[in-house]
T-cell receptor, first 110, second 113 residues
């Protein structure tokens, strides 16, 4: 079955440090999505990657999709307390039918 | 203001009593979808719709029904709710362009006793 492996499960970083979250699929993806969620609240869409080698940035968050379209990384530069939350990757192999990774809980210590 | 609304936000019900959770978007989006989120199981897709009258199963469709009679609405129907459907439910929408922003509703916390 198609699955997404997300790592690490949790991350504690000092404010100002950089960090990376990874998302790996066993098969080539149609699209890869990144979301952020505050505990118990709704999801915020961060960005979507579709082309092999694609890279997108939003403020201090950069996401990349590898050439094979099986692995993505989310990189946060100079982390701030506002970056704390749960980061989820999602993917579809058929347009519209999404599955999600287990999430990465990020804490940023002031 | 672009938004996805869900109603109700909180619901406590009993086993077997039919209920509907409504989802509405004001952005003329083609794509809408329902998810449930459970501790330890993460976020899972229930049903999705690529356009009016076009719906398809997600990962966990059992026990749920949906309809897409008009573009703005995508209700989730639980014909005979059971305790294992106690969960946090999210509705989302986006345009047909795959790179466009997805918008999520605020969530509906459902408890089935």
């Amino acid at each position: 079955s198609q699955e997404l492996e997300q790592s690490p499960q949790s991350l504690i970083v000092q404010e100002g440090k950089n960090l990376t979250i990874n998302c790996t699929s066993s098969k080539t993806l149609y699209g890869l999505y990144w979301y952020k969620q505050k505990y118990g609240e709704g999801l915020i869409f961060l960005m979507m990657l579709q082309k092999g080698g694609e890279e997108k940035s939003h403020e201090k968050i950069t996401a990349k999709l590898d050439e094979k379209k099986q692995q993505s990384s989310l990189h946060i530069t100079a982390s701030q307390p506002s970056h704390a939350g749960i980061y989820l990757c999602g993917a579809d192999w058929k347009p519209g039918k999404l599955i999600f990774g287990q999430g990465t809980t990020l804490q940023v210590k002031p | 203001e672009a938004q996805v609304t869900q109603n109700p936000r909180y619901l406590i019900t009993v086993t077997g009593k039919k209920l509907t959770v409504t989802c509405s978007q004001n952005m003329n989006h083609e794509y809408m979808s329902w998810y449930r989120q459970d501790p330890g199981l993460g976020l899972r897709q229930i049903y999705y719709s690529m356009n009016v009258e076009v719906t398809d199963k997600g990962d966990v469709p059992e026990g749920y029904k949906v309809s897409r009679k008009e573009k703005r609405n995508f209700p989730l129907i639980l014909e005979s709710p059971s305790p294992n459907q106690t969960s946090l439910y999210f509705c989302a929408s986006s345009s047909a362009s795959s790179t466009d922003t997805q918008y999520f509703g605020p969530g509906t916390r459902l408890t089935v006793l």
